[in-house]
């Protein structure tokens, strides 16, 4: 089996103990299918970590204002869990990501993250974009943000995204 076979069973599997059946119009299958390679199991540097781009999606845009970059939304998501931020569903789920890993930093839950790299003409510089994960990686960030230390994590990468097929897709 192939790498890019692995991600979308990894990716799969995760969203049906969620309770959801990605089909052939899902977003996140379909930018796996633009990357050429995959790169398993891959650790990040803490710079690299630090500028992961986090995904722009309605659930993040009050955390966005001073940017997408993972160590700008952890700053802002740790000030507001504090208080009233996004609704209560993301909030509660960030808290408890952040709780498992405060508990025990190898613990949370279906830790691995498939991040892809910069797709020309992407806003946000930074080292890779987050593609499925967007939670859990940003409670990482709060958790390195208070502790200093990165937490445990996996990533699959995707490299050589094609760019022609890339935009066809998202259109």
């Known amino acids: 089996m192939d790498n890019k076979q692995i991600v979308k069973d990894f990716y799969i599997s995760r969203e049906?103990?969620?309770?959801?059946?990605?089909?052939?119009?899902?977003?996140?299958?379909?930018?796996?299918?633009?990357?050429?390679?995959?790169?398993?199991?891959?650790?990040?540097?803490?710079?690299?970590?630090?500028?992961?781009?986090?995904v722009d999606c309605n659930e993040s845009k009050a955390l966005i204002k001073q940017g997408r970059l993972l160590?700008?939304?952890?700053?802002?998501a740790n000030q507001q869990l504090l208080g009233q931020w996004e609704s209560g569903r993301n909030k509660n789920y960030i808290e408890k990501l952040l709780n498992q890993l405060e508990e025990d930093i190898s613990s949370m839950e279906q830790g691995t993250i498939i991040l892809r790299e910069k797709v020309n003409g992407e806003?946000?510089?930074?080292?890779?974009?987050?593609?499925?994960?967007?939670h859990r990686?940003?409670?990482?960030?709060?958790?390195?943000?208070r502790n200093g230390t990165m937490p445990k994590l996996t990533f699959h990468v995707g490299?050589?995204?094609?760019?022609?097929?890339f935009?066809?897709?998202s259109q």
């Not at 160590?71 to 802002?76: G, L, V």
């Not at 806003?123 to 967007?134: I, L």
């Open 137 to 145: 990686i940003i409670a990482a960030g709060i958790y390195w943000l």
């Open 167 to 169: 935009f066809e897709k």
């Open 16 to 54: 049906r103990r969620k309770g959801v059946t990605p089909n052939s119009n899902d977003e996140n299958l379909r930018v796996i299918d633009c990357c050429a390679i995959w790169n398993l199991a891959q650790e990040l540097s803490e710079n690299d970590f630090t500028n992961l781009v986090t």
């Open 71 to 76: 160590k700008n939304i952890a700053d802002a």
């Open 159 to 165: 490299r050589s995204v094609d760019q022609k097929l």
């Open 123 to 134: 806003p946000d510089a930074g080292s890779y974009y987050v593609q499925d994960g967007n």
